[in-house]
């Protein structure tokens, strides 16, 4: 089962608040920003002391939102290592569990601001962060949130990057953490259903089929047929 839990104040009390809390994994949510309005990829920042499993987590989301989104993934493989010209590195680099400062989509792009806006968009992004903690953290435990830019001591009235548009980066981060922590803390009432591997069906954030599938078989998908066949 899953905790989560949100830390507020200036970076580095966050993450020191998280490792004496033990959680077993660390998000930081913003959205990117670009002087091009044209600017449009998926990347995570993780910190220049990143473990494996923090670059595997970064890497599944990273490439998982840009399918979804039909954008396609920065970084090295949707990955920046210490961060950006400086910035994003010590967001999570004194985490002692698995962080990832997230970048889903471009909040300076007017396509991708209207889906940050939208409740679809809301919604496929707390469920993609959901299964990306799912995946790799399967045992459960605490999870620790940051909402980019807002709650800091330093800078109280910092809400990020304004999306084209209008709106906040901080404000939309929060609100697609919000709806994560809505996922994770109902996931721990049936938490079975989530071990093993599933396969579903889903139209837009609706689930309209799900059943369990064997590890080892190799699913194959027709188009032409518009059939999924699951191999006996
Ligand atoms: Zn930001």
Not at 11 to 33: L, T
Not at 45 to 54: D, E, F, M, Y
Not at 86 to 98: E, H, I, L, Q, W
Not at 208 to 215: I, N, R, Y
């Amino acid at each position: 089962m899953y905790t989560v839990k949100f830390y507020k104040g200036d970076y580095i009390d966050r993450q020191r608040e998280a490792n004496r809390d033990q959680a077993v994994a660390y998000v930081e949510h913003h959205f990117n920003s670009s002087a091009s309005a044209q600017a449009d990829y998926a990347v995570v920042v993780v910190g220049s002391n990143a473990s494996q499993t923090s670059r595997n987590w970064g890497r599944w989301y990273a490439k998982e939102v840009a399918t979804h989104f039909g954008t396609r993934i920065g970084g090295d493989q949707g990955l920046l290592v210490g961060g950006w010209n400086g910035r994003g590195d010590a967001n999570v680099k004194y985490t002692s569990m698995p962080a990832v400062l997230l970048e889903p989509l471009f909040a300076s792009n007017p396509q991708r601001a209207d889906i940050i806006r939208s409740d679809s968009g809301q919604a496929a992004l707390a469920r993609l962060l959901y299964e990306s903690i799912q995946r790799c953290f399967p045992a459960g435990g605490l999870i620790a949130f940051s909402v980019g830019h807002k709650y800091k001591r330093s800078r109280p009235n910092d809400r990020g990057a304004a999306l084209a548009g209008g709106g906040w980066e901080a404000d939309y981060a929060e609100k697609v953490l919000e709806q994560t922590a809505a996922l994770l803390q109902t996931s721990a009432r049936g938490d079975e259903a989530a071990v093993g591997r599933k396969l579903r069906v889903m139209q837009g954030d609706l689930v309209l089929f799900e059943t369990a599938v064997d590890e080892d078989v190799t699913l194959v998908w027709s188009s032409e047929r518009n059939l999924l066949s699951i191999p006996d």
